[in-house]
């Protein structure tokens, strides 16, 4: 699932822990990467923040609406 143009960020073992909990119901496995890409791009682009309680919420919010 990783992006080779990301940084291995302390967090992602979470982030794909997370991935099915967030989603209580069935998505697709392509909204699946596109949330995990999400999520670990942001990890990466503020990594004192990282991995923080809720951004799965809104990052899943986002997907399923259909932003990508």
């Not at 990783?2 to 119901?25: G, M, N, P, Y």
């Not at 596109?34 to 951004?55: C, D, S």
């Amino acid at each position: 699932h990783e992006d080779s143009a990301l940084a291995v960020h302390e967090c992602f073992v979470q982030i794909e822990k997370d991935i099915d909990r967030t989603f209580d119901t069935p998505v697709g496995d392509s909204k699946k990467r596109q949330f995990e890409n999400v999520l670990k791009r942001i990890a990466n682009h503020f990594p004192k923040m990282g991995y923080t309680q809720g951004i799965n919420f809104l990052v899943s919010y986002f997907i399923v609406i259909g932003y990508s």
